[in-house]
């Protein structure tokens, strides 16, 4: 089955820099990655995510970009805000069948004011 | 809340006691998730299922059951069985097919007296 790896555990970065987390994953089947965003004691929700067919998909601050070769895929968040505190989560699945998504282990990212 | 609705928020066990969570949604979702996270930890996958009156094991299915009578309904049942319930569980769901996305529930954390 699939694993997915994501890296750093914790991040924290100055307000206005840039912060980026990376994911890898293991099963070369696996062509959707969305990103999940979860603040404190709240449910994680969709912020982006990007198919196989694309490399990069920009929403304003946030970036993914993706390299199928290396089976790697990253979030990019541009001038960071207090309010993209939370904890990050990747995912990877497959395109066949009905299969499940499988989540990185996650990312808290600290902006510092 | 993105027509996912688990109740209640807050829920207490007592030793030997079974609970159970309720997941609704009204999305006309076709498949249905439990995770379940510990603190500072990732999603981890307990049950899921894909149509009415069947399911599958996740990851983590020991001392839980599930049942799926209903498309908008999927109550996870933990019971005396999983000897560290402590956690925040969410419910998911998402229609099948390789365009579709993960919604969540607002989750329920439960506790042992």
């Known amino acids: 089955g699939e694993n997915v790896e994501q890296h750093p555990s914790t991040l924290s970065v100055q307000e206005g820099d840039s912060a980026v987390i990376k994911c890898t994953y293991s099963?070369?089947?696996?062509?959707?990655f969305p990103w999940y965003k979860q603040e404190l004691g709240k449910r994680p929700q969709l912020i982006i995510d990007?198919?196989?067919?694309?490399g990069e998909k920009k929403d304003q601050r946030i970036a993914v970009t993706l390299n199928k070769t290396a089976k790697h895929f990253s979030l990019h968040i541009t001038e960071t805000q207090p309010e993209d505190s939370a904890v990050y989560f990747c995912a990877a699945r497959p395109n066949f069948g009905n299969e499940k998504l499988t989540f990185g282990t996650g990312t808290r990212l600290t902006i510092i004011p | 809340d993105g027509g996912i609705t688990q109740s209640p928020k807050y829920l207490f066990r007592k030793e030997g006691q079974n609970v159970t969570l309720s997941c609704e949604q009204n999305?006309?979702?076709?498949?249905m998730y439990w995770y379940r996270q510990d603190p500072g930890q990732g999603l981890r996958l307990i049950y899921y299922s894909q149509i009415v009156n069947d399911f599958q094991k996740g990851d983590i299915a020991e001392g839980y059951s599930v049942s799926r009578e209903k498309k908008e309904s999927f109550p996870l049942t933990v019971t005396s069985a999983q000897k560290n319930p402590t956690a925040f569980y969410l419910c998911a769901s998402s229609g099948l097919g390789s365009n579709e996305k993960l919604f969540f529930g607002s989750g329920t954390q439960l506790s042992v007296l």
């Open positions: 990007i198919r196989s067919n694309v």
């Open positions: 999305l006309n979702h076709d498949a």
């Open positions: 099963d070369s089947a696996s062509n959707y």
